[in-house]
């Protein structure tokens, strides 16, 4: 019950940290973080994947109701979730590297890292193609995709210093 808790409260605290602070942040036009994803991402490693892709889903409708972007962070999020459980087989080579929790805390740097940058660039690349539906701007879609990654990367590896240091 503490975990489900502990998981609840991380959901709500996240929805809201985006919708209230980082949905303002726009430097330049390029970018444009996205720290709620640190919730698909911070699940413990055996999750279910229906379940995986429950909270992906339900998690990127919150974030598209207060945000009015009519599914984007939805289908995104979904995605993550879909692929989380490989890009954690991929980056751990055998099984005893894999913790149960995939945060900074129980892993090395450089294998949050890669796991965040992995997935922040795989959320980013699949929201902001759909924010556009064209590829007629690939180029600056292209920068806003790496700039914002860049910056929610460094987002989401300062909060695991700061914040979830459990």
């Known amino acids: 019950m503490g975990t489900l808790l ?3 409260i991380m959901f709500v605290a996240l929805v809201l940290v985006q919708v ?6 726009h430097l330049g036009g390029y970018i444009n973080p996205f720290i709620y994803i640190l919730f698909i991402m911070l699940l413990p490693v055996y999750t279910p994947r229906y379940l995986l892709l429950f909270a992906g889903f339900f998690l ?13 962070h939805a289908a995104a999020t979904v995605f993550i979730a879909y692929i989380r459980p490989f890009v954690i087989r991929s980056i751990s080579n055998r099984e005893e590297d894999r913790h149960e929790f ?3 805390k129980q892993n090395s740097f450089s294998w949050f890292l890669y796991y965040a940058i992995i997935m922040v ?5 699949i929201f902001f193609y759909l924010e556009f539906f064209t590829f007629t701007h690939f180029l ?11 910056f929610s990367v460094f987002i ?8 979830f240091r459990e």
């Open 102 to 104: 995939p945060g900074l």
């Open 20 to 25: 209230l602070i980082f949905n303002q942040v």
């Open 121 to 125: 660039f795989s959320h980013h690349i």
């Open 60 to 72: 990127g409708l919150a974030i598209d109701v207060f945000s009015n972007t009519l599914g984007m």
């Open 140 to 150: 600056t879609t292209l920068l806003r995709v790496v700039l914002s990654s860049l």
């Open 6 to 8: 502990k998981y609840g």
């Open 156 to 163: 989401i590896v300062l909060s695991q210093f700061l914040i």
